[in-house]
């Protein structure tokens, strides 16, 4: 059985393998996190199209989909252990397009996950559902529609969730690093279409216009000289990111909201879904740094900081750590083990159908038009009405299970499982200590195995969270019974 000790202890050892060492020396993760308040946080949440100058847009009014009036994103931010009372209403005026939100990695109870159909009835417009609970864990998450979502994430239905209760020594600043494209050019008043099948056949449809925060390239003061935790969030439906710190030292201490030991953050990739939480020492007065995205070539830069105020005087660069999870360690000597395999559709059997995925071709399962992705060989089936498939895998409560994920595609693959949260033991392709996360990606015929104690009855979600993938195939549910 492996505990959360010796994780701890190989996560710190193998971030001094990873990388060239750091000139810094990880320190362990500190107490587990304790619930420190029991109010309850109440959110109203109206979502309508609102035409929205968002800095990156250029000086154009777009149509957006959004939860609020003013700010982009939404931030929901909430101590540990008190609840959250959302009511969602749908003000779209849009025939049929129904929404709901997906509270993306928090472990909660299965009838407030947000999947329509599957585990709630979906909110049309003109109605409304109404959202409650206590998240289990302190963190960075996220929040997003789950349905027709390339055109609803599309247009901006996402928002940020953050949770407090992790910090065992304050940092300097705590600064918020949202990453994402939109699919329209800079000054154009619309969208382009979210989707096309050849590109939802391959990599997805990327959006040619880059943000973080919403703007383009934003320059962000940090304290001079301090220690400063920088939230990463990639909400992007398509764009894996290849982030890097150019002239500041950054450490990561959490990912996908979950703490770890801090290790050298180096290049990081960040594919759609995931977050990374990071502590970097910020520029002396004046000097600048910059966050690049070196996938594509030349990178882009992301965002720019520099160094404001007189130096936050501290000696050398030693992140301070996050406080433990509380999530049950995986009992892998009696782990159970379930295969998934990712693909593509033989080209020869591609059910695609074209266009045309109007709200008519919608369906009650949120399916866009074509077949292309696969888990074990099967596609979500292209069903129209409210029956749902059989779940991929019944999954009996309390017990262990080690997910064998395997890539079989030329493409990458961010796999997302709803209301667990994941240890990653071991991939064939990427270099990371053990870590918790709800999203593992995979490279072009990568490996991973990845365990969970099965503690959360329901029926959960596994898919690609290239929402593109997702929307065409790349989807099934567990059922933990
Ligand atoms: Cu963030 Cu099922 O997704
Ligand atoms: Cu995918």
């Given amino acids: 059985m492996i505990t959360r000790r010796v994780l701890v202890a190989a996560a710190a050892g193998a971030a001094i393998a990873r990388a060239a060492p750091p000139s810094w020396e990880a320190r362990p993760l500190g107490a587990e996190v304790t ?41 929901i931010r909430m101590n540990l252990g008190s609840e959250l009372d959302v009511v969602l209403r749908n003000s779209l005026d849009v025939p049929n397009e129904h929404t709901s939100i997906h509270w993306h990695g928090i472990r909660l109870p299965n009838d407030q996950d ?55 020594q304050p940092y300097d600043a705590d600064v918020l690093l949202l990453v994402r494209d939109w ?71 959490a990912i996908d909201g979950n703490p770890v030991a801090p290790f050298e953050f180096g290049e990081w990739l960040l594919a759609p879904g995931k977050r990374c ?6 520029p002396s007065t ?26 936050v005087r501290r000696p050398e660069f030693d992140p301070a750590p996050l406080r433990a999870a509380r999530i049950a360690p995986p009992d892998l000597a009696h782990a159970r083990r379930l295969e998934f395999r990712f693909d593509s ?26 077949n292309f992705w696969t888990i074990n060989e099967q ?21 262990t299970y080690v997910l064998a994920l395997r890539n079989e595609s030329d493409f990458t693959h961010p796999i997302h499982v709803h209301g667990h949260t994941l240890t990653v033991l071991h991939s064939t392709k990427q270099d990371l200590p053990p870590h918790h996360a709800d999203t593992v990606l995979l490279l072009p015929g990568e490996e991973a195995e990845a365990a969970f104690v099965a503690d959360n009855p329901g029926d959960w979600m596994l898919h690609c969270h290239v929402i593109e993938h997702q929307e065409n195939g790349m989807m099934a549910y567990l059922r933990v019974e």
């Fill in 114 to 168: 947000g999947v329509p159909y599957l585990v709630q009835r979906p909110v049309w417009p003109g109605e409304s559902f109404r959202y409650r609970f206590a998240p289990p864990d302190a963190g960075t998450f996220f929040f997003h529609s789950h349905c027709d979502s390339v055109q609803q994430m599309g247009r901006g239905l996402q928002g940020v969730l953050i949770v407090d209760g992790d910090v065992t």
């Fill in 345 to 370: 559709t033989n080209p020869s059997k591609a059910v695609g159908t074209g266009g045309g995925a109007g709200p008519a071709a919608l369906g009650d399962l949120c399916l866009s038009s074509g």
């Fill in 35 to 75: 619930p420190s308040s029991e109010d309850t946080v109440f959110v109203q949440f109206d979502v309508a199209q609102r035409r929205t100058p968002l800095p990156c847009f250029g000086g154009a009014a777009v149509p957006m989909w959004t939860y609020t009036e003013g700010r982009w994103p939404p931030v």
């Fill in 277 to 282: 939480d990071v502590i970097v020492r910020a």
């Fill in 286 to 311: 004046g000097r600048r740094a910059h966050l690049v995205d070196a996938s594509v070539e030349p990178p882009v830069e992301l965002a720019r900081f520099v160094g404001a105020g007189p130096p």
């Fill in 183 to 253: 699919r329209l050019a800079r000054g154009a008043g619309d969208f382009d279409a979210f989707t096309s099948p050849r590109y939802a056949a391959r990599a997805g449809t990327y959006g040619p216009l880059r943000s973080t925060n919403g703007q383009s390239d934003p320059l962000i003061e940090l304290p001079a000289a301090g220690d400063c935790r920088l939230r990463l969030l990639n909400t992007d439906v398509t764009r894996v990111m290849r982030l890097r710190f150019d002239r500041m030292d950054a450490a990561v201490v």
């Fill in 379 to 399: 596609p979500w089936p292209q069903r129209r009405g409210s029956v749902l498939p059989a779940p991929i895998a019944v999954l009996q409560r309390g017990a």
